[in-house]
């Protein structure tokens, strides 16, 4: 077993246990993978490794916190930072004598004994202290104490994991932040069973705010049947009103959960007089009341064994502890809860059965990717809703984000067209269109046994919205603009000038090399910069050229950043100037003449710029042009780590000005041509899209064409 010791508060493991590689490193600022090489390249004060693992180095991991605290490196909180190495050297725990569900029970035991009695537990007292003091806390053994004596060896362990326990809180806001750190590392301290059917935190984050336990009033009682470690109750209270009062009941089949939950909201600040958290699947709701506010995630089951009708009957118990005025969201398979299902089978049948009494308000397919754990399991969302017969719409919100990406700003919109729904009385809101959604009338979805709870066409009220109205018009003015396009084509101004002929035997062209270029001034080199993903976004004010952008796979003016950002984060950038050619070699050559200026050039790319007053001059195009075509005869092999040649020792033809303003101007004719064939590409596409769209949801007709034969005139 590793040994450890307390020194000054810190706990100290055995040297090895902090060692750490660049790669750890990476994931410890949360960078890229190359940014600490090339930190420890360009920066002498970056720390040196201690020593060499099958030749990789290895650092230690205190002095590399160190290192990023001092200088801002990484995009890590400090405080995270300090956590972060806590739970580093926490992984060096967890070996078969001291198991990994034993260590992180232990653990959060001793953070809910530090918030419970509001002070350290590592004050140098013995362990015997430390389980005399949770005895008198937790006389009946509810929550914290059967885990402190499960301890191997506690007269060694014991404090040192008191000590860590103090340390983590320390680097915390709070206690309750410091457990959710371990628990957030469950899976990095090999209890991966705490995590396999866990939602993915967007998801949780989604289904707390899908709720509305922010709007509920003071008092309400809240329950989350299927706890499992608590992720969603303890997202249920943090989204609840400050000081809202609220009681909170849970249940899980599996007694250590129950116990690490109670442990979870006490650290919160729960009083045991407002948590019931019980063994089993029923809620305690005769004692404390009918949930105001009910949210579930149904327990997974595998596609081979899962059962339609066994999953909604879970559904329909649940909706059993609803009075009038409560509420439900529930997790579940999307196969059963929004997918086809045989027509009037039992399954079928018992679906439908929650539109007539209007329980079911919305039902959502979700993104893929729910259960980080469970990659193959497509989830939906119901969210259900008992109110007096008057009140019901009859009127069901039916969502589809199955083919959006699992991002915060998807889930975000979700959760607002819901909330919008919900405040609307269930009722159609006219200045706002649900996205990715469709509001039907329940009797609809009764009268198709069957049927998908998917929005399969447009409501009548949307036919009048503007895009609909607008979409003839739009047509025409696309028709309007590819026939003025076509008659651009035929003008004589974009004949192309190039008369080639085969050169003299007598006039050899001269060669030179990008390196030549640039140490004799007619070519100056400057180098990209490293942009932070979140900061790239669609928005913004100055275009950001990655090598993707080079290289043709994504959009020009797609990748953009925010003046604000740019001026307070990377003031030392430098934009590009008209004429610079933004070079790439990763993952294979690219270049793109800016003819514009003032962008931003995102590494590994850089900038190779045109001197003015270069003799003989450089055109941009054609160095770009002479680039690509020597590019090509070295390029990277199958299997190469990087291409035969770098750009610098590229040879190409160093033209005379006379052919290389000849050779620019025909480049420039075949750019304009080029440009023209993308305005009409781009027409063509927009048209065939906006008629898509108006076909599909039988918005749009089309009526015969003029000059068209139809099969009633061919008879």
Known sequence: ????????????????????????????????????????????????????????????????????????????????????????????????????????????????????????????????????????????????????????????????????????????????????????????????????????????????????????????????????????????????????????????????????????????????????VVEGEELTADEWGYPTLLVCALPYEAAETRDAKAVLEQVAALTDYLDTGASAVVLGPADVLTGPLARHSDADRLRRSFLKPGLLKAAISLPDGAYPYRPGYRTAVWVLARVPEAERTGLVLLADYSAQPLTEPVLDKLAEDIAIWRTSGWKRDRRHEPRHAAIVPSAHLDAQPGAAFTPQHRTPDSRHIRTVVERPEVISELERRLIELQERSHTAELRLPAQAELRPENQPVRRTTVACLLRTRRLRRRPGHRFAPEHLTPDGHYTVLTPEEILGTARIGGRRIDRGVFLTTYGHAQFTEPGDLVVTAHPHFGVYVDTEGLSL?????????????????????????????????????????????????????????????????VLAEIENRAALLREQTAALDDLTRVLAAGMTDGTLTIKQLPHTVTDTDTH
């Open 1 to 276: 077993m590793t040994t450890y010791t307390v020194s000054n508060g810190s706990i100290l493991p055995e040297t090895s246990a902090w060692r750490i590689t660049y790669a750890e490193i990476a994931a410890l600022a949360q960078v890229k993978r190359p940014v600490p090489t090339t930190w420890a390249r360009r920066h002498p004060d970056f720390p040196a490794p201690v020593t060499h693992e099958d030749g990789r180095p290895l650092f230690d991991a205190r002095t590399v916190v160190d290192w990023l605290i001092s200088t801002g490196r990484g995009n890590t909180d400090p405080r995270r930072l300090r956590s972060e190495l806590a739970l580093h050297t926490l992984a060096a725990w967890s070996t078969p004598a001291l198991p990994a569900p034993v260590l992180i029970a232990a653990l959060t035991s001793l953070v809910c004994l530090h918030q419970q009695l509001d002070a350290p537990v590592s004050d140098g007292r013995p362990w015997q202290t430390v389980l005399d003091r949770a005895a008198d806390l937790d006389p009946d053994d509810r929550f914290l104490l059967s885990e402190l004596r499960a301890l191997p060896d506690p007269d060694r362990t014991g404090p040192a994991l008191a000590a860590l326990a103090d340390e983590l809180i320390d680097a915390a806001y709070n206690p309750a932040e410091a457990f959710d750190w371990i628990l957030q590392a469950r899976h990095r301290l090999g209890s991966r069973d705490l995590a396999a059917d866990e939602p993915a935190p967007a998801v949780v984050r989604a289904l707390t705010a899908l709720s509305g336990v922010d709007t509920l009033d003071e008092g309400a009682v809240i329950a989350v049947p299927h706890a499992r470690t608590g992720d969603l109750l303890a997202a249920l209270h943090d989204r609840a009103a400050e000081d809202s009062a609220h009681s909170y009941l849970a249940a899980d089949p599996d007694p250590a959960r129950v116990r690490l939950v109670r442990r979870r909201m006490l650290v919160r600040g729960v009083y045991e007089f407002r948590l019931d």
């Open 601 to 665: 050039v995102a590494a590994p790319a850089r900038i190779l710029r045109v001197h003015p007053d270069a003799d003989p001059p450089v055109r941009p195009r054609v160095l770009a042009a002479l680039l690509r075509a020597a590019a090509a005869d070295h390029a990277r092999t199958s299997g190469a780590v990087r291409a035969s040649r770098r750009i610098e020792d590229l040879v190409i033809p160093d033209l005379s000005r006379a052919e290389a303003d000849l050779y620019e101007a």
